[in-house]
Structure formats: C-alpha cells, structure tokens
C-alpha cells in the first residue's frame, strides 16, 4: 500500500469526494489553529487575559498537531477504497448495458 500518492485523489468520483471532505477538514483544522494563535497571541499582552491566551495557545498547538493526522487518515481511507478501476469497469459495464 502506497500512501501520498498523488493522483490517488482522482481515482474515481468516491475518491474525489473523499478527498474534498478532507481538504475541508484540513482546512478547517489549519484555520482554527492560526485564528487561536492569533487571538493568543493578543491575550497574551495583558497580564490579566495571559492565562486564557496561553490556553488558546495550546488548543492551537493541538490543531496543528492534528494536521498531519489528518492528511494521513485522508491517504488510509483513500488507499481503502482501492485504485478506482473496479469503479471504472462496473461504470463501463453498466453503460454497455
């Protein structure tokens, strides 16, 4: 099984799909993580907000921990669902029908 490869993503609509879905995660997950460095990082100039912009600071840090995590549950549930030509074949198959 070859993971990261990177036409897999094309294999087939349900691998597009698939791979949308993440990406949007992917996304998502990087986004949330730079907005809480960013509002961490301004709470942290206050001596009285510096506890909860610290905290913000670490749920970020998990964030971006998670992106990795992330691409590598993309790339298992894309290798999965095989190499898109059974797909193929059965949509070739059905439409000679």
């Known amino acids: 099984m070859k993971l990261f490869r990177s036409r897999r993503f094309d294999a087939s609509p349900k691998h597009r799909q698939v791979y949308s879905a993440y990406e949007i995660a992917y996304s998502t997950v990087d986004l949330l993580a730079a907005v809480l460095f960013i509002i961490g990082s301004v709470l942290f100039l206050d001596k009285a907000t510096m506890h909860v912009?610290?905290?913000l600071f670490i749920i970020g840090s998990v964030l971006f921990a998670a992106r990795p995590a992330v691409r590598l549950a993309r790339e298992l549930h894309l290798s999965g669902l095989g190499?898109?030509?059974t797909d193929r074949q059965h949509a070739d198959q059905s439409a000679q029908s």
């Open 83 to 85: 190499d898109g030509k």
């Open 53 to 55: 912009g610290t905290w």
